[in-house]
């Protein structure tokens, strides 16, 4: 275990700055996060460890979780690390956070559950620009949701991939005839109507002995299925044919159409000649592979599993295929800055708008972005580098990028302590200011407020001091950049500091409900005359009881 520290040591003496030391060495904790007034999770808070103008400024997805990690679930950071979105409605762990295209619209979709370390229980989430959950899927047949993959596809279906117990003979392992495996299942899904439009399992075409994962002694029953195959991903190309990535046979398999194998690219039934210096098809213990036009795969090589240890550092590996002569070559590898080993998780992503390469670490918590050919342009840590060894702060796979307009359906977040205002609205993206305006009424209609102040976003939460004179009543609006007014908080007022009762919504989402209040107040009412006088003859009987109320 000291060796990690070790491990860790040609990280810090990277460390560019005092704020990046203390960040590392774990002072601000081992997933440093900042205490908000107007929300009610702490936000997390990054280390920019590498910077380089050359980075996409697009947002980021990743799915903190872990130990250390309060809150998981999914998140979205802009390109400098400040927090965006926090997704409050999901209380469990989130995985592959990303944005995704349906029907011509964005979503942003996620797994969310839970997992046994081998595989998740959960389902699949896809929320729309306000962060509803227009959809939610699950398997066909009695499958989990897995938790590897939930990639959308072109033609309105969603890839997913799936653990099924089953039984194998597994003599070629030295065990029983009868013994149990984890199958692997991949799955096509319509998405608007939830019908299987393809399956394949592993087994119909691997058998146990391909496997590099060590059987130990599992398989002998239901209850300790031995996972052969590991199925971490699956991709479709614009001909059909799928993708599938298998962390223990080390393969990449290309599947048609009507389920037969094309070709498979690593492993010990590897299709290919490597004809390139370093060889393209040796990757051990991998994740998100991903098919690219002109018979580009690009892998997270992993090169270790846990305590099998195979590769010298992780890394993303890019493939070019020769699928005439069956020749494989390496177009690019990815090398890790932490020169560490992740021994779970992670994957590799060509950043759509710019072309720069993104590697989540997995079980490290850090991501990096990389030039195309190879340079590492930006590295941002979610968590304290001398303990990325552990696992205990995470994220799947992280992404970058995609277009993401946010506009949340509910009103901005404030907080009004003595003169000081806290301001957020999570997962709001196009503000850009907020604009403090009075009234003298606490219902006036909106040109009946005053402009007062205009404060810029800083950050998540923006902090400002109310002037001293100011009108009866307040609220702020929220200003996109073009001075347009996307909502606004609750009105206070401005002797008491307190919120007027009732919430106004952002414009076009008012609802008049004249007649909840005055009912709410007057139930708040009559519960409160129950109780005191429940109470009071609770006393009443005590006291007659033990005079306690005759303390003279
Ligand atoms: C998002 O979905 C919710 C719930 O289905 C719906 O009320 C809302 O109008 C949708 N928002 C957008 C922008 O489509
Ligand atoms: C797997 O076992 C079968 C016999 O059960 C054998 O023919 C085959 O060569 C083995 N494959 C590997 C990769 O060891
Ligand atoms: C899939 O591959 C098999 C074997 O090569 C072939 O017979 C079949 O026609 C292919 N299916 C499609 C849809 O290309
Ligand atoms: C395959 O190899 C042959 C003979 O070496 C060569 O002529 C041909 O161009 C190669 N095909 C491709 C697509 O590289």
Same mark, same amino acid.
């Given at each position: 275990?000291?060796?990690a520290?070790f ?6 003496t990277?460390?560019?700055?005092w704020?990046?030391?203390?960040y /590392?060495?774990?002072f601000f904790g081992l ?5 908000? /007034?107007s929300?009610?999770?702490d936000?997390?808070v990054?280390?920019?460890f ?5 980075c996409?400024y697009?947002y980021? =997805?990743?799915?903190?979780?872990g130990s250390?990690v309060?809150?998981p679930?999914?998140v979205?950071l802009d390109a ?5 979105w926090i997704g ?5 762990q989130a ?5 995704q295209?349906y029907?011509?619209?964005?979503y942003?979709t996620f797994?969310?559950?839970?997992d *046994?370390? $081998? @595989?998740?229980?959960g389902? #699949?989430?896809m929320?729309n620009?306000s962060?509803d959950?227009? +959809?939610?899927l699950? %398997?066909?047949?009695?499958i ?5 993959e939930?990639?959308i ?7 997913i991939t799936g653990y099924?117990i089953?039984?194998a003979?597994?003599s070629s392992?030295g065990k029983?005839?009868k013994?149990w495996?984890?199958d692997?299942?991949i799955q096509e899904?319509d998405?608007e109507t939830? @019908?299987l439009i393809?399956q394949?399992r592993?087994?119909? =075409?691997y058998a146990v ?5 060590p059987?130990?002694?599992r398989?002998?029953?239901?209850d300790n299925?031995f996972?052969y195959?590991?199925?971490n ?6 001909q059909?044919? #799928?993708y599938?990535?298998s962390r #223990?046979l080390h393969?990449?398999?290309?599947i /048609?159409?009507?389920?037969e194998? &094309? =070709?498979v690219l690593?492993?010990?039934r590897n ?7 370093? %060889?393209?098809s ?5 994740h998100?592979a ?5 018979s ?7 090169g270790?599993?846990d305590? @099998?240890?195979s590769g010298?550092y992780?890394?993303g590996l890019?493939?070019s295929?020769n699928?005439q002569n ?6 690019q590898? +990815? ?12 994957s590799?992503?060509v ?10 670490w997995g079980?490290?918590?850090?991501y990096?972005e ?5 340079e590492?342009?930006?590295?941002? @840590?979610?968590?304290a ?25 509910v009103?901005?977040? $404030?907080?009004v302590?003595?003169n000081t205002?806290y ?17 003298s #009424?606490?219902?006036?209609?909106d040109?009946?407020f005053?402009?007062i ?6 950050? !998540?939460?923006?902090v !400002?001091?109310l %002037?001293?004179?100011l ?6 609006a929220?200003?996109?950049s073009?001075?347009?007014?996307l909502?606004?908080?609750k009105? =206070? *007022?401005?002797?008491?500091g307190q919120a007027?009762?009732? &919430?106004?919504l ?7 409900v004249p007649l909840?209040?005055?009912l709410?107040?007057?139930c708040?009412?009559?519960t409160a $005359? ?5 109470? +009071? ?12 109320l005759d303390?003279?």
């Amino acid at each position: 275990m000291l060796l990690a520290y070790f491990a860790s040591l040609p990280l810090l003496t990277r460390v560019g700055s005092w704020y990046s030391f203390w960040y /590392n060495v774990g002072f601000f904790g081992l997933f440093p996060t900042q205490d908000l /007034n107007s929300f009610e999770i702490d936000s997390p808070v990054v280390d920019i460890f590498q910077w380089d103008p050359r980075c996409d400024y697009g947002y980021v =997805f990743l799915g903190p979780r872990g130990s250390s990690v309060t809150n998981p679930g999914p998140v979205i950071l802009d390109a400098r690390g400040n927090v965006v979105w926090i997704g409050t409605q999901f209380d469990l762990q989130a995985t592959d956070v990303k944005v995704q295209r349906y029907r011509g619209q964005d979503y942003l979709t996620f797994w969310s559950g839970r997992d *046994d370390s $081998i @595989h998740g229980y959960g389902s #699949y989430y896809m929320l729309n620009s306000s962060y509803d959950t227009s +959809y939610v899927l699950t %398997p066909v047949g009695d499958i989990d949701g897995d938790l590897h993959e939930f990639r959308i596809t072109e033609d309105a279906t969603a890839l997913i991939t799936g653990y099924e117990i089953t039984t194998a003979d597994l003599s070629s392992l030295g065990k029983s005839h009868k013994g149990w495996i984890y199958d692997a299942v991949i799955q096509e899904i319509d998405i608007e109507t939830g @019908h299987l439009i393809f399956q394949w399992r592993a087994s119909s =075409f691997y058998a146990v002995n391909d496997t590099f994962a060590p059987i130990g002694d599992r398989g002998s029953g239901k209850d300790n299925p031995f996972d052969y195959f590991h199925v971490n991903s699956v991709d479709k190309d614009p001909q059909g044919n #799928y993708y599938v990535s298998s962390r #223990y046979l080390h393969t990449v398999t290309c599947i /048609n159409s009507t389920g037969e194998v &094309i =070709f498979v690219l690593g492993g010990k039934r590897n299709s290919f000649t490597d004809v390139s210096g370093e %060889p393209a098809s040796y990757f051990s213990w991998q994740h998100d592979a991903n098919w690219h036009p002109n018979s580009v795969l690009t892998v997270f090589d992993n090169g270790r599993a846990d305590s @099998h240890v195979s590769g010298d550092y992780s890394r993303g590996l890019s493939v070019s295929l020769n699928l005439q002569n069956m020749t494989s070559s390496v177009l690019q590898v +990815y090398e890790n800055p932490h020169y560490l080993l992740s021994p779970s998780q992670g994957s590799m992503q060509v950043i759509p708008e710019t072309g720069n390469i993104l590697i989540g670490w997995g079980h490290i918590p850090a991501y990096t972005e990389y030039a195309p050919d190879g340079e590492v342009l930006c590295d941002i @840590h979610f968590g304290a580098g001398l303990f990325f060894e552990w696992g205990w702060v995470k994220s799947y796979r992280v992404f970058k990028g995609g277009a993401w307009t946010g506009r949340p359906s509910v009103p901005p977040d $404030i907080d009004v302590y003595e003169n000081t205002v806290y301001i957020s609205w999570n997962g709001a993206t196009e503000v850009t200011g907020w604009m403090l305006e009075c009234s003298s #009424y606490p219902h006036a209609a909106d040109e009946e407020f005053e402009s007062i102040l205009f404060v810029s976003k800083d950050g !998540f939460e923006t902090v !400002f001091e109310l %002037p001293d004179e100011l009108d009866s009543y307040f609220r702020i609006a929220a200003l996109d950049s073009g001075g347009q007014r996307l909502g606004y908080t609750k009105v =206070f *007022d401005s002797s008491s500091g307190q919120a007027v009762s009732g &919430i106004i919504l952002p414009p076009g989402l008012e609802e008049t409900v004249p007649l909840q209040e005055p009912l709410l107040a007057a139930c708040a009412l009559g519960t409160a $005359i129950v109780v005191i006088w429940r109470c +009071y003859r609770k006393l009443q009987s005590i006291s007659s009881r033990w005079n306690l109320l005759d303390i003279s």
